[in-house]
């Protein structure tokens, strides 16, 4: 029988207190309680388009603002990610995905390579949607690649209105990193020509 591909985890510090379960095989449901309305929407995207099963439960410094928590939720979700995937024995390995928005054109590529990069191609417009700071969009991506540790390309062909370009970036990250995951029968082992990610 195989392993099952969940994970959770669990981290406390003095400015958030975070939960995160992940099943990767599973059918796109959200259970999200953060403190970060915008980030939920975005959670429950990645989800949906990445057949992700997603339980995130956030306590946070969002009184201060919500740097703490969004970063910290990206940390444990990549951690989460990383172990769940386990070995990585005949996945695919690399995914990509483009995806419009209405106006915007979103496009990521991913590979699970264990070298953590993150490469942001993305001019947004705003520099908030309600009360969420955009500039925690690229410090949420760069702590999931890093804590993943996948390389992970992120652009934005074009675009006007930056929710647009967002939903379009995580909608391209679930349908590319659930590419990236399946198996494919004809790898044997490891995909890589180093017998190693």
Not at 103 to 113: M, N, P, T, Y
Request: contains cysteine.
């Amino acid at each position: 029988m195989e392993r099952e591909r969940k994970a959770r985890i669990y981290r406390k510090t003095k400015e958030t207190e975070i939960e995160v379960v992940l099943n990767l095989d599973g059918e796109g449901k959200t259970e999200l309680e953060t403190g970060v309305p915008f980030l939920e929407h975005m959670l429950d995207l990645w989800s949906k388009h990445g057949h992700f099963d997603l339980t995130v439960k956030a306590k946070g410094d969002i009184e201060i603002d919500d740097h703490h928590t969004v970063e910290d939720i990206a940390i444990c979700l990549g951690q989460a990610f990383k172990e769940a995937l386990g070995s990585k024995e005949g996945i695919n390995r690399y995914g990509m995905s483009v995806v419009p928005m209405d106006e915007a054109l979103g496009q990521v590529i991913v590979d699970i390579s264990n070298r953590p990069h993150l490469e942001y191609r993305i001019d947004l417009p705003d520099s908030r949607i309600g009360t969420f700071a955009t500039e925690l969009f690229h410090e949420f991506l760069w702590k999931f690649a890093l804590e993943s540790r996948m390389t992970i390309h992120t652009i934005v062909h074009y675009g006007r209105n930056s929710h647009h370009m967002i939903e379009a970036i995580f909608k391209a990250l679930g349908r590319s990193l659930h590419e990236a995951i399946q198996i494919n029968p004809k790898q044997k082992g490891i995909p890589s020509s180093k017998g190693v990610l």
